[in-house]
């Protein structure tokens, strides 16, 4: 039976193709595109119910067709080991590179890799093979390798590795390699992964990278201590710059929510004697935020002690924290957490300063609201900043003869997300 007609559609194979990608080109495909009569027919028949059957010799145009590779997609997760067994003979391995790289074929690829056979997923690892970076820095190739990852046996992962190794902080700081080098943290035995050596003298360029902190975060999350020591040392070096930085807070953060004792203890020590300071930065604020709930009980009534020390200029930091932008964050969590007679004191620091708060906001909201060039009114701020503070002070104040710490109160978090968005 002869084939359909086959329609010229576009200028390439696949149109979305044409796009620029951040990785090269392995196999590009100068051909002139043509759609099948076969696929312009399911396209436009979609009541009709299709079966694989009807599209053996067309299983690579479909892949490459946004509804054809959905269908396919679904079609494979209930198929039986035949129609698998075809789909991959006419995708392996002439098409392999060409559909990982596609915008709708890889998630054929790695539907494949899912519920493929053992020898099928290996015999696709085994196309991949020597394409690897290149693949790893591409929009959709990096997904596929992800997946690869996950399915391929621990031989196949260490070729993986050994193509990746020498590129490695070139793959930490791509938009698209990162996800990878996170997946091989997450899935390859440590004693495999050559490439962490790469990251050792860096952390401080990793830790202040946007792609480069979520692979030191993996790290500390999945490799054992004798990996990661090295790395937290150097770490430690530089924690007081890193909790100011905009993507180095993020890995400080994790440090204190699932480090060590140690390790936290260090980061809470180098808070110690300037924590109005970090209070009122914008990205150390929120370390001081998780010092004050992750710290043990002594280091937290040592943290809350500093802030409750009027300086030396006579000004109170509690004062100073109410009308801060960032501050007034962590006195909400300071008020959340603090414990006993600290709770009192604490309480009769802030509670005065709250009538002065209000105050000024009725003295000038009338000029603000009519002041039309004013992006963030200070009489808004002030109220956003107010009304938190003093929900958490009438809560602690109703349980302060209790023996339980007050839970976190939902309503400053609300009010923090309204200033977040007033300050926009």
């Not at 129609?83 to 098409?95: L, N």
């Not at 010092?291 to 000004?315: K, Y």
């Not at 602690?396 to 923090?416: F, H, L, V």
Request: contains cysteine; hydrophobic residues 40%.
């Amino acid at each position: 039976m002869a084939p359909p007609a086959l329609h010229q559609v576009a200028t390439s194979q696949f149109p979305h193709q044409s796009q620029h990608h951040r990785g090269p080109r392995l196999r590009p495909d100068h051909r002139v595109a043509i759609r099948s009569a076969l696929l312009d027919e399911f396209r436009s028949n979609k009541s009709r119910n299709w079966e694989l059957s009807e599209i053996w010799g067309y299983v690579v145009e479909f892949s490459g067709d946004q509804h054809g590779s959905r269908f396919i997609q679904q079609k494979i997760e209930t198929a039986t080991s035949e129609e698998k067994q075809k789909i991959f003979d006419e995708i392996v391995p002439h098409s392999t590179l060409q559909l990982i790289q596609d915008v709708f074929g890889n998630y054929v690829i790695q539907k494949l890799f899912e519920h493929g056979t053992q020898v099928q997923k290996t015999i696709l690892a085994n196309a991949m093979e020597g394409h690897i970076l290149p693949l790893s820095l591409q929009m959709y190739g990096c997904r596929v390798v992800q997946k690869a990852i996950e399915y391929i046996l621990p031989e196949q992962q260490s070729v993986f590795v050994k193509e990746l190794e020498a590129n490695a902080l070139r793959l930490v700081k791509d938009a698209n390699g990162n996800h990878v080098v996170q997946k091989l943290i997450e899935r390859v035995p440590p004693e495999r992964l050559e490439l962490l050596k790469a990251f050792k003298g860096n952390v401080y360029d990793l830790a202040t990278h946007p792609y480069g902190c979520r692979v030191l975060q993996r790290c500390f999350e999945h490799l054992p201590e004798e990996y990661i020591r090295p790395l937290l040392d150097e770490l430690h070096k530089h924690v007081t710059f890193l909790m100011q930085d905009q993507f180095g807070n993020y890995v400080v953060q994790f440090v204190l929510e699932h480090g060590k004792p140690h390790d936290r203890g260090l980061v809470v020590s180098k808070l110690q004697g300037q924590m109005l300071d970090m209070a009122r930065h914008k990205f150390a604020s929120n370390v001081c935020e998780k010092a004050l709930v992750t710290a043990d009980s002594e280091s937290r009534r040592q943290m809350i002690d500093e802030l409750l020390t009027v300086r030396h200029d006579g000004l109170s930091p509690v004062m100073i924290m109410m009308k801060d932008q960032y501050a007034n964050y962590v006195l909400q969590r300071a008020l959340s957490v603090v414990e006993g007679e600290q709770k009192a004191v604490l309480i009769a620091k802030v509670r005065p300063q709250l009538i002065n708060m209000r105050r000024y906001s009725s003295a000038y909201s009338k000029h603000l609201i009519a002041s039309k060039c004013c992006c963030r009114p200070i009489y808004v701020l002030t109220w956003l900043i107010a009304f938190p503070v003093e929900r958490l002070i009438g809560k602690q104040s109703s349980s302060t003869n209790g023996d339980s710490a007050p839970k976190e109160n939902n309503g400053a978090n609300a009010a923090g997300a309204q200033l977040d968005a007033s300050s926009a």
